[in-house]
């Protein structure tokens, strides 16, 4: 059993915490220093990445929280999650600054705001996996460490480097636990 945090100042952090539980983990909700704590791994869920960059600074958790991912907590970005996480952002002020991607905010603009494809995710599932795409970002550049896992219509939306793994997507407003079941065997093979 894994003990998974799941940053929870803002945005979509119950639904996370059902789908770690329903997976028979422990599910943390992370509002303070202390609970960032003997985590195997946390998760940034999505909501508004410019609301929940400003909290992380205001309940002062912003600088150990780069810290532990830089030393190597594994840690998974939804949708705001990936944009906290990226090295720098297409027109915004970046947020945490570990992970090598660049990222475009409301990347599909006003008229394509809400979007699901369902898609096989080679390396990840042999079956379809469903993608809820919210006011998503997506990745417009990486660096050679960054590995792209997916993308839809030529944009990159799933990517790892190392103990990061990024999303535009929001799999936990579905009933398929195959990204968070990935991001448990992360763990395990970082371990
Ligand atoms: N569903 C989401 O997390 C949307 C992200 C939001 N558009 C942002 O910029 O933070």
């Known amino acids: 059993m894994k003990r998974i945090g799941i940053l929870a100042l803002q945005g979509a952090f119950k ?30 869920p999505g909501g508004e990445s410019t609301a929940m960059g400003k909290l992380l600074n205001d309940f002062g958790i912003k600088e150990v929280l780069v810290n532990k991912i830089k030393n190597g907590l594994a840690v998974w970005g939804t949708c705001a999650g990936m944009i906290l996480l990226a090295n720098e952002l297409d027109g915004d002020e970046a947020h945490l600054k570990v992970m090598n991607i660049k990222v475009r905010r409301n990347a599909y603009g006003s008229q394509l705001d809400s979007f699901i494809v369902k898609e096989v995710v080679e390396g990840v599932s042999k ?34 480097q190392d103990n990061m793994l990024v999303t535009s997507f929001h799999p936990e407003l579905t009933d398929d636990t195959t990204f968070h079941e990935y991001f448990i065997n992360m763990i395990n093979e970082l371990e």
Do not use: C, Q, T
């Open 15 to 44: 639904e996370h915490i059902n789908v770690i539980k329903s997976l028979g983990h422990e599910a943390i909700e992370i509002r303070k220093l202390e609970e960032l704590d003997n985590l195997d791994g946390i998760i940034l």
């Open 127 to 160: 079956k379809e996996i469903p993608m809820v795409f919210i006011r998503a970002p997506y990745i417009v550049d990486i660096d050679e460490n960054v590995e792209v896992l997916h993308k839809v219509d030529g944009n990159i939306v799933a990517a790892r």
